[in-house]
Protein backbone atom coordinates (compact mmCIF):
# COMPACT_ATOMS: atom_id res chain seq x y z
CA UNK A 1 0.00 0.00 0.00
CA UNK A 2 2.57 2.53 0.96
CA UNK A 3 4.63 2.05 -2.63
CA UNK A 4 1.29 2.56 -4.01
CA UNK A 5 0.84 5.88 -2.43
CA UNK A 6 4.48 6.62 -3.24
CA UNK A 7 3.90 6.01 -6.89
CA UNK A 8 0.57 8.33 -6.72
CA UNK A 9 2.99 10.78 -4.88
CA UNK A 10 5.49 10.24 -7.57
CA UNK A 11 2.27 11.34 -10.50
CA UNK A 12 0.81 13.96 -9.24
CA UNK A 13 4.35 16.11 -8.52
CA UNK A 14 5.19 15.09 -12.58
CA UNK A 15 1.64 16.44 -13.24
CA UNK A 16 1.66 19.58 -11.90
CA UNK A 17 4.98 19.84 -13.01
CA UNK A 18 4.13 19.38 -16.94
CA UNK A 19 1.10 21.47 -15.84
CA UNK A 20 2.94 24.73 -14.58
CA UNK A 21 5.76 24.46 -17.76
CA UNK A 22 2.13 24.35 -19.79
CA UNK A 23 0.89 27.52 -18.24
CA UNK A 24 4.37 29.33 -18.45
CA UNK A 25 4.82 28.74 -21.51
CA UNK A 26 1.24 29.86 -22.69
CA UNK A 27 2.29 33.13 -20.42
CA UNK A 28 5.35 34.02 -22.15
CA UNK A 29 3.30 33.79 -25.80
CA UNK A 30 0.31 35.36 -24.83
CA UNK A 31 2.68 38.18 -23.61
CA UNK A 32 4.45 38.28 -26.25
CA UNK A 33 1.39 38.20 -28.50
CA UNK A 34 -0.13 40.74 -27.25
CA UNK A 35 3.06 42.92 -27.71
CA UNK A 36 3.55 42.12 -30.86
CA UNK A 37 -0.20 42.58 -31.98
CA UNK A 38 -0.80 45.37 -29.62
CA UNK A 39 1.99 47.79 -29.12
CA UNK A 40 4.67 46.33 -31.96
CA UNK A 41 7.49 45.78 -30.35
CA UNK A 42 8.34 42.12 -30.79
CA UNK A 43 10.32 41.25 -33.59
CA UNK A 44 7.64 39.72 -35.48
CA UNK A 45 4.43 42.08 -35.73
CA UNK A 46 1.38 40.00 -37.02
CA UNK A 47 0.26 36.42 -36.09
CA UNK A 48 1.77 34.33 -39.09
CA UNK A 49 4.66 35.61 -38.56
CA UNK A 50 4.40 34.10 -34.76
CA UNK A 51 3.31 30.80 -36.43
CA UNK A 52 5.72 30.84 -38.78
CA UNK A 53 8.18 31.49 -36.68
CA UNK A 54 7.77 28.60 -34.11
CA UNK A 55 10.25 26.57 -35.48
CA UNK A 56 12.71 28.61 -33.46
CA UNK A 57 11.37 27.21 -30.61
CA UNK A 58 13.83 24.45 -28.54
CA UNK A 59 11.34 21.65 -27.82
CA UNK A 60 8.61 19.66 -30.23
CA UNK A 61 6.58 20.36 -26.71
CA UNK A 62 7.52 23.76 -26.17
CA UNK A 63 6.37 24.77 -30.02
CA UNK A 64 3.05 23.04 -29.58
CA UNK A 65 2.11 24.96 -26.18
CA UNK A 66 3.08 27.97 -28.28
CA UNK A 67 0.84 27.22 -31.30
CA UNK A 68 -2.44 26.62 -28.85
CA UNK A 69 -1.36 29.67 -27.26
CA UNK A 70 -1.16 31.81 -30.32
CA UNK A 71 -4.03 30.10 -31.72
CA UNK A 72 -6.57 30.67 -28.77
CA UNK A 73 -6.24 34.33 -29.22
CA UNK A 74 -6.15 34.41 -32.91
CA UNK A 75 -9.40 36.15 -34.51
CA UNK A 76 -11.13 34.98 -37.73
CA UNK A 77 -9.64 37.18 -40.27
CA UNK A 78 -6.10 36.02 -38.90
CA UNK A 79 -6.98 32.43 -39.41
CA UNK A 80 -7.78 32.75 -42.53
CA UNK A 81 -4.67 34.64 -43.30
CA UNK A 82 -2.98 31.91 -41.59
CA UNK A 83 -4.22 29.04 -43.56
CA UNK A 84 -2.90 30.41 -46.42
CA UNK A 85 0.53 31.24 -44.92
CA UNK A 86 0.82 28.18 -43.56
CA UNK A 87 1.88 26.46 -46.91
CA UNK A 88 5.19 27.97 -46.22
CA UNK A 89 5.73 26.02 -43.66
CA UNK A 90 9.34 23.67 -44.90
CA UNK A 91 9.10 20.63 -42.35
CA UNK A 92 6.44 18.78 -43.51
CA UNK A 93 5.82 17.17 -39.88
CA UNK A 94 5.35 20.49 -38.49
CA UNK A 95 3.07 21.93 -41.40
CA UNK A 96 0.93 18.75 -40.77
CA UNK A 97 0.63 19.85 -37.01
CA UNK A 98 -0.04 23.51 -37.87
CA UNK A 99 -2.62 23.45 -40.66
CA UNK A 100 -4.31 20.85 -38.46
CA UNK A 101 -4.08 23.16 -35.17
CA UNK A 102 -5.31 26.38 -37.46
CA UNK A 103 -8.52 24.09 -39.27
CA UNK A 104 -9.51 23.14 -35.58
CA UNK A 105 -9.27 26.69 -34.39
CA UNK A 106 -11.03 28.30 -37.60
CA UNK A 107 -13.82 25.50 -37.61
CA UNK A 108 -14.64 26.12 -33.72
CA UNK A 109 -15.29 29.62 -34.73
CA UNK A 110 -16.83 29.52 -38.04
CA UNK A 111 -17.09 26.07 -39.43
CA UNK A 112 -18.41 26.83 -43.21
CA UNK A 113 -16.00 30.04 -43.53
CA UNK A 114 -13.17 27.54 -41.92
CA UNK A 115 -14.55 25.02 -44.71
CA UNK A 116 -14.62 27.63 -47.88
CA UNK A 117 -11.21 29.25 -46.79
CA UNK A 118 -9.15 25.33 -46.79
CA UNK A 119 -11.36 25.21 -50.30
CA UNK A 120 -9.46 27.99 -51.59
CA UNK A 121 -6.19 26.15 -51.15
CA UNK A 122 -4.66 24.16 -53.94
CA UNK A 123 -5.64 20.49 -53.74
CA UNK A 124 -2.48 18.95 -52.86
CA UNK A 125 -1.75 21.37 -49.72
CA UNK A 126 -5.70 21.17 -48.11
CA UNK A 127 -5.47 17.80 -47.07
CA UNK A 128 -4.61 19.09 -43.31
CA UNK A 129 -6.69 21.98 -43.34
CA UNK A 130 -9.63 19.80 -43.89
CA UNK A 131 -9.00 16.90 -41.48
CA UNK A 132 -8.64 19.96 -38.96
CA UNK A 133 -12.01 21.81 -40.00
CA UNK A 134 -13.98 18.15 -39.77
CA UNK A 135 -12.29 17.02 -36.77
CA UNK A 136 -13.46 19.81 -34.78
CA UNK A 137 -17.13 20.25 -36.30
CA UNK A 138 -17.76 16.52 -36.87
CA UNK A 139 -17.43 16.92 -33.17
CA UNK A 140 -20.26 19.72 -32.76
CA UNK A 141 -22.56 19.16 -35.21
CA UNK A 142 -22.24 15.99 -37.41
CA UNK A 143 -25.37 16.49 -38.97
CA UNK A 144 -24.10 19.69 -40.56
CA UNK A 145 -20.54 18.53 -41.25
CA UNK A 146 -21.15 15.26 -42.96
CA UNK A 147 -23.75 17.59 -44.92
CA UNK A 148 -21.10 19.84 -45.96
CA UNK A 149 -18.46 17.13 -46.65
CA UNK A 150 -21.02 15.66 -49.30
CA UNK A 151 -20.75 18.24 -52.01
CA UNK A 152 -16.98 18.05 -52.06
CA UNK A 153 -14.48 15.94 -54.30
CA UNK A 154 -14.06 12.39 -54.05
CA UNK A 155 -10.76 12.72 -52.22
CA UNK A 156 -12.21 15.88 -49.78
CA UNK A 157 -15.07 13.44 -49.12
CA UNK A 158 -13.00 10.70 -47.94
CA UNK A 159 -10.31 13.26 -46.10
CA UNK A 160 -13.42 14.25 -44.11
CA UNK A 161 -15.10 11.10 -43.39
CA UNK A 162 -11.57 9.75 -42.20
CA UNK A 163 -11.32 12.85 -39.64
CA UNK A 164 -14.86 11.93 -38.44
CA UNK A 165 -14.02 8.31 -37.89
CA UNK A 166 -10.90 9.01 -36.52
CA UNK A 167 -12.70 11.67 -33.87
CA UNK A 168 -15.92 10.14 -33.40
CA UNK A 169 -15.50 6.89 -31.73
CA UNK A 170 -18.40 7.00 -29.72
CA UNK A 171 -20.35 6.40 -33.23
CA UNK A 172 -21.01 2.45 -33.95
CA UNK A 173 -20.00 0.89 -36.87
CA UNK A 174 -23.67 1.18 -38.45
CA UNK A 175 -23.91 4.71 -37.58
CA UNK A 176 -20.22 5.55 -39.08
CA UNK A 177 -21.44 3.16 -42.18
CA UNK A 178 -24.27 5.74 -43.19
CA UNK A 179 -22.30 8.47 -43.01
CA UNK A 180 -19.74 6.93 -45.49
CA UNK A 181 -22.74 5.85 -47.48
CA UNK A 182 -23.77 9.36 -47.37
CA UNK A 183 -20.11 10.80 -48.67
CA UNK A 184 -20.12 7.78 -51.15
CA UNK A 185 -17.57 5.78 -49.79
CA UNK A 186 -19.60 3.31 -48.18
CA UNK A 187 -17.00 0.62 -47.86
CA UNK A 188 -14.27 2.88 -46.21
CA UNK A 189 -16.00 1.80 -42.64
CA UNK A 190 -15.33 -1.95 -43.51
CA UNK A 191 -12.09 -1.71 -44.40
CA UNK A 192 -11.68 -0.51 -41.06
CA UNK A 193 -12.37 -4.37 -39.69
CA UNK A 194 -9.45 -5.98 -42.48
CA UNK A 195 -6.64 -5.83 -40.00
CA UNK A 196 -8.61 -7.94 -37.49
CA UNK A 197 -9.28 -10.28 -40.44
CA UNK A 198 -5.69 -10.58 -41.62
CA UNK A 199 -4.63 -11.09 -37.86
CA UNK A 200 -6.89 -13.54 -36.97
CA UNK A 201 -6.82 -15.71 -39.87
CA UNK A 202 -2.64 -15.58 -40.01
CA UNK A 203 -2.63 -19.23 -39.58
CA UNK A 204 -4.01 -19.28 -42.84
CA UNK A 205 -3.06 -16.54 -45.00
CA UNK A 206 -4.00 -18.19 -47.81
CA UNK A 207 -7.50 -18.13 -46.69
CA UNK A 208 -7.15 -14.71 -45.64
CA UNK A 209 -5.97 -13.59 -48.99
CA UNK A 210 -8.81 -15.37 -50.77
CA UNK A 211 -11.50 -13.83 -48.06
CA UNK A 212 -10.06 -10.22 -48.40
CA UNK A 213 -10.72 -10.42 -52.40
CA UNK A 214 -14.43 -11.14 -51.82
CA UNK A 215 -14.79 -9.03 -49.16
CA UNK A 216 -16.50 -5.71 -51.35
CA UNK A 217 -13.93 -3.39 -50.86
CA UNK A 218 -11.42 -1.49 -53.19
CA UNK A 219 -7.91 -4.00 -53.23
CA UNK A 220 -5.39 -0.95 -53.29
CA UNK A 221 -7.47 0.36 -49.90
CA UNK A 222 -5.84 -3.09 -48.46
CA UNK A 223 -2.73 -3.20 -50.44
CA UNK A 224 -0.48 -2.89 -47.53
CA UNK A 225 -2.40 -5.73 -45.55
CA UNK A 226 -2.99 -8.31 -48.42
CA UNK A 227 1.27 -7.78 -49.40
CA UNK A 228 1.80 -8.84 -45.88
CA UNK A 229 -1.05 -11.96 -46.12
CA UNK A 230 1.12 -12.66 -49.22
CA UNK A 231 4.38 -12.28 -47.72
CA UNK A 232 2.94 -15.02 -44.72
CA UNK A 233 1.76 -17.15 -47.09
CA UNK A 234 5.03 -17.39 -49.28
CA UNK A 235 6.95 -17.85 -46.10
CA UNK A 236 4.49 -20.65 -45.17
CA UNK A 237 4.59 -22.56 -48.17
CA UNK A 238 7.07 -21.48 -50.88
CA UNK A 239 6.47 -19.56 -53.57
CA UNK A 240 3.53 -22.09 -55.00
CA UNK A 241 1.59 -19.76 -52.60
CA UNK A 242 1.46 -17.54 -55.20
CA UNK A 243 -0.53 -19.60 -57.53
CA UNK A 244 -3.53 -19.40 -54.85
CA UNK A 245 -2.71 -16.08 -54.68
CA UNK A 246 -3.32 -15.31 -58.47
CA UNK A 247 -6.81 -17.22 -58.67
CA UNK A 248 -8.67 -14.07 -58.22
CA UNK A 249 -7.55 -12.81 -61.11
CA UNK A 250 -7.67 -15.97 -62.98
CA UNK A 251 -10.70 -14.70 -64.88
CA UNK A 252 -9.36 -11.43 -66.24
CA UNK A 253 -9.48 -10.71 -69.64
CA UNK A 254 -6.62 -8.08 -70.53
CA UNK A 255 -2.90 -8.35 -70.25
CA UNK A 256 -2.55 -6.77 -66.60
CA UNK A 257 -2.42 -8.11 -63.14
CA UNK A 258 -4.33 -5.96 -60.62
CA UNK A 259 -2.19 -3.42 -58.30
CA UNK A 260 -2.13 -5.46 -55.24
CA UNK A 261 -0.76 -8.56 -57.18
CA UNK A 262 1.66 -6.81 -58.62
CA UNK A 263 2.71 -4.59 -55.35
CA UNK A 264 3.06 -8.74 -53.13
CA UNK A 265 5.18 -9.90 -55.66
CA UNK A 266 7.31 -7.00 -56.52
CA UNK A 267 7.92 -7.12 -52.78
CA UNK A 268 8.94 -10.88 -52.78
CA UNK A 269 11.39 -10.08 -55.63
CA UNK A 270 13.23 -7.05 -53.80
CA UNK A 271 13.38 -9.02 -50.64
CA UNK A 272 14.48 -12.52 -52.23
CA UNK A 273 16.07 -12.01 -55.51
CA UNK A 274 18.03 -15.06 -55.64
CA UNK A 275 15.19 -17.78 -54.69
CA UNK A 276 12.91 -16.10 -56.84
CA UNK A 277 15.11 -16.22 -59.94
CA UNK A 278 16.20 -19.14 -59.32
CA UNK A 279 12.04 -20.21 -59.14
CA UNK A 280 12.33 -18.95 -62.69
CA UNK A 281 15.00 -20.85 -63.93
CA UNK A 282 14.01 -24.47 -62.33
CA UNK A 283 10.44 -24.51 -61.35
CA UNK A 284 8.50 -25.74 -58.26
CA UNK A 285 11.14 -27.90 -55.97
CA UNK A 286 7.82 -29.80 -55.41
CA UNK A 287 8.02 -30.86 -59.26
CA UNK A 288 11.16 -32.49 -58.59
CA UNK A 289 8.92 -34.45 -55.44
CA UNK A 290 10.12 -32.17 -52.73
CA UNK A 291 6.74 -31.26 -51.59
CA UNK A 292 3.50 -32.92 -50.77
CA UNK A 293 0.44 -32.58 -52.64
CA UNK A 294 -0.97 -29.98 -49.89
CA UNK A 295 1.08 -27.56 -51.40
CA UNK A 296 -1.31 -27.40 -54.09
CA UNK A 297 -4.61 -28.66 -53.39
CA UNK A 298 -7.52 -29.37 -55.86
CA UNK A 299 -10.99 -29.97 -55.41
CA UNK A 300 -10.82 -33.51 -56.91
CA UNK A 301 -8.14 -35.60 -55.78
CA UNK A 302 -4.21 -34.72 -55.92
CA UNK A 303 -2.77 -32.86 -59.17
CA UNK A 304 -1.20 -34.69 -61.80
CA UNK A 305 1.79 -33.92 -63.30
CA UNK A 306 0.11 -31.72 -65.79
CA UNK A 307 -1.24 -29.48 -63.03
CA UNK A 308 1.57 -28.94 -61.21
CA UNK A 309 3.33 -27.90 -64.63
CA UNK A 310 0.36 -25.48 -64.89
CA UNK A 311 0.74 -24.52 -61.58
CA UNK A 312 4.49 -23.68 -61.90
CA UNK A 313 4.13 -21.78 -64.77
CA UNK A 314 1.81 -19.30 -63.39
CA UNK A 315 4.21 -18.72 -60.51
CA UNK A 316 6.83 -18.14 -63.07
CA UNK A 317 5.17 -15.54 -65.14
CA UNK A 318 4.46 -13.73 -61.95
CA UNK A 319 7.74 -13.81 -60.73
CA UNK A 320 9.51 -13.10 -63.84
CA UNK A 321 7.16 -10.53 -64.78
CA UNK A 322 8.35 -8.40 -61.18
CA UNK A 323 11.78 -9.16 -62.09
CA UNK A 324 11.65 -7.72 -65.56
CA UNK A 325 10.11 -4.50 -64.54
CA UNK A 326 12.23 -4.15 -61.71
CA UNK A 327 15.78 -4.90 -63.64
CA UNK A 328 15.10 -4.97 -66.74
CA UNK A 329 18.61 -5.41 -68.32
CA UNK A 330 19.84 -8.29 -66.12
CA UNK A 331 16.66 -9.93 -67.18
CA UNK A 332 17.75 -9.39 -71.08
CA UNK A 333 21.39 -10.29 -70.22
CA UNK A 334 20.12 -13.68 -68.82
CA UNK A 335 17.81 -14.50 -71.06
CA UNK A 336 19.11 -17.93 -72.26
CA UNK A 337 18.41 -18.86 -68.77
CA UNK A 338 14.92 -18.22 -69.10
CA UNK A 339 12.84 -21.35 -70.20
CA UNK A 340 11.95 -21.62 -73.43
CA UNK A 341 8.11 -20.49 -73.28
CA UNK A 342 8.76 -17.77 -70.87
CA UNK A 343 11.75 -16.00 -73.58
CA UNK A 344 8.77 -13.87 -75.55
CA UNK A 345 7.19 -12.42 -72.20
CA UNK A 346 10.87 -11.71 -70.17
CA UNK A 347 11.62 -9.96 -73.39
CA UNK A 348 8.35 -8.25 -74.15
CA UNK A 349 8.32 -6.93 -69.87
CA UNK A 350 11.67 -5.94 -70.18
CA UNK A 351 11.83 -3.86 -73.30
CA UNK A 352 8.80 -2.70 -72.05
CA UNK A 353 10.52 -1.16 -68.88
CA UNK A 354 13.82 -0.26 -70.45
CA UNK A 355 12.01 2.05 -73.32
CA UNK A 356 11.62 4.44 -70.35
CA UNK A 357 15.46 5.04 -70.30
CA UNK A 358 16.87 3.56 -72.97
CA UNK A 359 14.78 4.17 -76.12
CA UNK A 360 17.51 3.96 -78.99
CA UNK A 361 18.54 0.30 -77.63
CA UNK A 362 15.28 -0.91 -77.09
CA UNK A 363 13.88 -0.24 -81.16
CA UNK A 364 17.21 -2.20 -81.76
CA UNK A 365 16.39 -5.04 -80.02
CA UNK A 366 12.80 -5.40 -81.61
CA UNK A 367 14.47 -5.92 -84.82
CA UNK A 368 17.30 -8.26 -83.65
CA UNK A 369 16.20 -9.94 -80.76
CA UNK A 370 14.28 -13.49 -82.07
CA UNK A 371 12.78 -14.13 -78.76
CA UNK A 372 10.08 -11.97 -78.99
CA UNK A 373 8.69 -14.82 -81.44
CA UNK A 374 4.29 -14.44 -82.32
CA UNK A 375 4.36 -11.91 -79.51
CA UNK A 376 6.03 -9.56 -81.44
CA UNK A 377 2.83 -7.25 -82.60
CA UNK A 378 1.64 -7.21 -78.38
CA UNK A 379 4.84 -6.65 -77.61
CA UNK A 380 5.49 -3.19 -79.73
CA UNK A 381 2.28 -2.29 -78.51
CA UNK A 382 2.98 -2.22 -74.97
CA UNK A 383 6.34 -0.96 -75.12
CA UNK A 384 5.44 1.76 -77.29
CA UNK A 385 2.64 3.17 -74.82
CA UNK A 386 5.24 2.85 -72.45
CA UNK A 387 7.88 5.31 -74.66
CA UNK A 388 4.78 7.70 -75.59
CA UNK A 389 4.49 8.70 -71.78
CA UNK A 390 8.56 9.20 -72.15
CA UNK A 391 9.07 10.90 -75.07
CA UNK A 392 6.06 11.19 -77.28
CA UNK A 393 7.51 13.09 -80.06
CA UNK A 394 10.64 10.19 -80.33
CA UNK A 395 8.01 7.80 -80.05
CA UNK A 396 5.55 9.24 -83.46
CA UNK A 397 9.05 9.72 -85.37
CA UNK A 398 9.47 5.49 -84.51
CA UNK A 399 5.97 4.90 -85.32
CA UNK A 400 5.66 7.20 -88.42
CA UNK A 401 8.73 5.57 -90.14
CA UNK A 402 9.11 1.86 -89.33
CA UNK A 403 8.49 -0.47 -91.95
CA UNK A 404 7.69 -3.51 -89.74
CA UNK A 405 4.58 -2.61 -89.00
CA UNK A 406 0.94 -2.94 -90.59
CA UNK A 407 -0.89 0.19 -90.96
CA UNK A 408 -3.56 -1.08 -88.67
CA UNK A 409 -1.17 -1.27 -86.23
CA UNK A 410 0.24 1.95 -86.74
CA UNK A 411 -3.34 3.47 -86.43
CA UNK A 412 -4.14 1.82 -83.05
CA UNK A 413 0.33 2.95 -81.61
CA UNK A 414 -0.93 6.19 -83.06
CA UNK A 415 -3.83 7.01 -80.54
CA UNK A 416 -1.75 6.29 -77.74
CA UNK A 417 1.20 8.61 -79.10
CA UNK A 418 -0.65 11.65 -80.17
CA UNK A 419 -2.79 11.42 -76.53
CA UNK A 420 0.65 11.78 -74.91
CA UNK A 421 1.90 13.99 -77.16
CA UNK A 422 -1.47 16.61 -77.49
CA UNK A 423 -0.29 17.33 -73.53
CA UNK A 424 2.73 18.97 -74.59
CA UNK A 425 1.62 20.10 -78.09
CA UNK A 426 -1.69 19.95 -78.80
CA UNK A 427 -1.76 21.64 -82.31
CA UNK A 428 0.83 19.38 -83.57
CA UNK A 429 -0.73 16.07 -82.54
CA UNK A 430 -3.90 17.33 -84.19
CA UNK A 431 -1.61 18.16 -86.91
CA UNK A 432 -0.67 14.83 -87.67
CA UNK A 433 -4.59 13.00 -86.90
CA UNK A 434 -5.87 14.82 -89.76
CA UNK A 435 -3.55 13.28 -91.84
CA UNK A 436 -4.50 9.44 -91.05
CA UNK A 437 -7.58 7.89 -93.06
CA UNK A 438 -9.89 7.22 -89.47
CA UNK A 439 -8.99 11.33 -88.44
CA UNK A 440 -12.51 11.40 -87.16
CA UNK A 441 -11.81 7.81 -84.61
CA UNK A 442 -8.89 8.84 -83.96
CA UNK A 443 -9.35 12.14 -82.74
CA UNK A 444 -12.67 10.49 -80.50
CA UNK A 445 -10.05 7.84 -78.95
CA UNK A 446 -7.04 10.53 -78.64
CA UNK A 447 -9.79 12.59 -76.21
CA UNK A 448 -10.80 9.63 -74.26
CA UNK A 449 -7.30 9.19 -73.21
CA UNK A 450 -6.44 12.60 -73.05
CA UNK A 451 -9.29 13.53 -70.46
CA UNK A 452 -8.23 10.51 -68.06
CA UNK A 453 -4.59 11.83 -67.69
CA UNK A 454 -5.23 15.33 -67.79
CA UNK A 455 -8.99 17.00 -68.07
CA UNK A 456 -7.88 20.60 -68.11
CA UNK A 457 -5.49 20.18 -70.95
CA UNK A 458 -8.72 18.45 -72.32
CA UNK A 459 -10.88 21.30 -71.86
CA UNK A 460 -8.38 23.69 -73.55
CA UNK A 461 -8.40 21.13 -76.67
CA UNK A 462 -11.83 20.45 -77.03
CA UNK A 463 -12.51 24.06 -79.62
CA UNK A 464 -9.94 22.88 -81.56
CA UNK A 465 -11.89 19.43 -82.39
CA UNK A 466 -13.22 18.62 -85.26
CA UNK A 467 -17.32 18.94 -85.73
CA UNK A 468 -16.90 15.13 -86.03
CA UNK A 469 -15.43 14.89 -82.85
CA UNK A 470 -16.78 17.02 -80.82
CA UNK A 471 -19.69 14.58 -79.32
CA UNK A 472 -17.68 11.97 -77.84
CA UNK A 473 -14.55 14.48 -77.00
CA UNK A 474 -16.93 17.00 -74.82
CA UNK A 475 -18.87 13.48 -73.36
CA UNK A 476 -15.30 12.34 -72.18
CA UNK A 477 -14.50 15.45 -70.60
CA UNK A 478 -17.69 15.97 -68.89
CA UNK A 479 -17.12 12.03 -67.77
CA UNK A 480 -13.76 12.51 -66.39
CA UNK A 481 -15.34 16.07 -64.58
CA UNK A 482 -17.32 13.89 -62.83
CA UNK A 483 -15.13 11.27 -61.47
CA UNK A 484 -13.31 14.50 -60.35
CA UNK A 485 -16.09 15.63 -58.27
CA UNK A 486 -16.74 18.50 -60.23
CA UNK A 487 -20.28 17.69 -61.64
CA UNK A 488 -21.35 21.67 -61.96
CA UNK A 489 -18.82 22.07 -64.50
CA UNK A 490 -19.99 19.02 -66.32
CA UNK A 491 -23.42 20.11 -66.35
CA UNK A 492 -22.57 23.09 -67.66
CA UNK A 493 -20.12 21.61 -70.35
CA UNK A 494 -22.82 19.39 -71.55
CA UNK A 495 -25.88 22.01 -71.42
CA UNK A 496 -23.54 24.46 -73.45
CA UNK A 497 -23.09 21.63 -76.07
CA UNK A 498 -26.27 21.13 -76.39
CA UNK A 499 -27.29 24.37 -76.63
CA UNK A 500 -24.31 25.54 -79.24
CA UNK A 501 -24.33 22.22 -81.74
CA UNK A 502 -28.46 21.34 -81.14
CA UNK A 503 -27.63 18.03 -80.80
CA UNK A 504 -29.15 16.30 -78.03
CA UNK A 505 -27.05 15.15 -75.17
CA UNK A 506 -27.46 11.60 -73.84
CA UNK A 507 -28.57 13.11 -70.17
CA UNK A 508 -29.08 8.84 -69.07
CA UNK A 509 -25.36 7.72 -69.66
CA UNK A 510 -24.17 11.33 -67.95
CA UNK A 511 -26.62 10.58 -64.44
CA UNK A 512 -25.70 7.08 -64.59
CA UNK A 513 -21.59 8.13 -64.82
CA UNK A 514 -22.88 10.17 -61.86
CA UNK A 515 -24.69 8.19 -60.04
CA UNK A 516 -21.38 5.32 -59.72
CA UNK A 517 -19.26 8.04 -58.65
CA UNK A 518 -21.70 9.25 -56.14
CA UNK A 519 -25.21 8.32 -55.89
CA UNK A 520 -26.22 10.46 -52.60
CA UNK A 521 -25.00 13.85 -54.24
CA UNK A 522 -26.91 13.42 -57.28
CA UNK A 523 -29.96 12.30 -55.10
CA UNK A 524 -29.85 15.19 -52.89
CA UNK A 525 -29.29 17.29 -56.24
CA UNK A 526 -32.31 16.20 -58.00
CA UNK A 527 -34.33 19.03 -57.17
CA UNK A 528 -31.94 21.71 -58.13
CA UNK A 529 -32.05 20.26 -61.94
CA UNK A 530 -35.44 21.23 -64.35
CA UNK A 531 -37.81 18.85 -64.99
CA UNK A 532 -36.03 16.82 -68.14
CA UNK A 533 -32.86 16.41 -66.34
CA UNK A 534 -34.54 15.60 -62.90
CA UNK A 535 -35.99 12.84 -64.90
CA UNK A 536 -32.94 11.16 -66.30
CA UNK A 537 -31.49 11.43 -62.89
CA UNK A 538 -33.74 9.81 -60.99
CA UNK A 539 -34.01 6.92 -64.10
CA UNK A 540 -30.33 6.83 -63.61
CA UNK A 541 -30.69 6.07 -60.02
CA UNK A 542 -33.16 4.33 -60.02
CA UNK A 543 -31.35 1.92 -62.65
CA UNK A 544 -28.26 0.86 -60.56
CA UNK A 545 -28.49 -0.93 -57.29
CA UNK A 546 -27.22 1.11 -54.70
CA UNK A 547 -26.86 0.03 -50.87
CA UNK A 548 -25.41 3.94 -50.36
CA UNK A 549 -29.45 5.69 -51.03
CA UNK A 550 -31.94 4.86 -47.94
CA UNK A 551 -34.98 2.87 -48.52
CA UNK A 552 -36.87 6.55 -48.01
CA UNK A 553 -34.40 7.81 -50.69
CA UNK A 554 -34.76 5.03 -53.10
CA UNK A 555 -38.49 5.10 -53.06
CA UNK A 556 -38.49 9.62 -53.94
CA UNK A 557 -35.85 8.26 -57.36
CA UNK A 558 -38.64 5.91 -57.70
CA UNK A 559 -41.68 8.54 -57.81
CA UNK A 560 -39.81 10.97 -59.50
CA UNK A 561 -38.88 8.14 -62.54
CA UNK A 562 -42.76 7.11 -63.05
CA UNK A 563 -44.00 10.71 -62.74
CA UNK A 564 -41.50 11.41 -65.57
CA UNK A 565 -42.83 8.45 -67.60
CA UNK A 566 -46.49 9.61 -67.88
Known amino acids: MRNRHRELSCFVVLAVTILWAFVQIAEEVQAQATDALEHGTSDFTSTSELVLNLANSVTSFERSVRLYAILD ?25 TQLAIASRFAAINPQEALETALEVPSNERLPLLEGVFTEWSESDLASATKAAA ?9 ALKAIVAIRDDLKFDELRLIASELGHPGYVNEMERDFLAANLAEDPIEAWLRMMHDGLEDASQLDTLVQVAEAAVERDGFDALFHLHAPFSKVLFDEEYLVLDKAVEALVRDDPQNTWEYIQKGSSSEQGQSDDSTFPLDSGSPTPRDRAYMTNVVQELLLKSWAAWDPAFVLERIEQIPNQLQALACERALEALVATEPKRVVELIQSLKHL ?74 MYHIAQRD ?26 LIVNGEVDRAVALRRQYEEDSGDPVNWFMFFLNWARENPVQLFERL ?6 LRFEGAHALDYYYLPELTQEQKDTVQAIYEAGQD
Open 73 to 97: RAETEELRDLMRDSQDIEVDSEKHE
Open 455 to 480: VEAAIEMLPMISEEGQYYANSWVAEQ
Open 373 to 446: GANRERSVWRIVRRWSETSPSAALGWVQSEHGIGDEQRQDLLTYVLSSLALDNPELALEVAVLQPNFAQLEQRM
Open 527 to 532: DDLPPK
Open 151 to 159: VLDRDSRLT
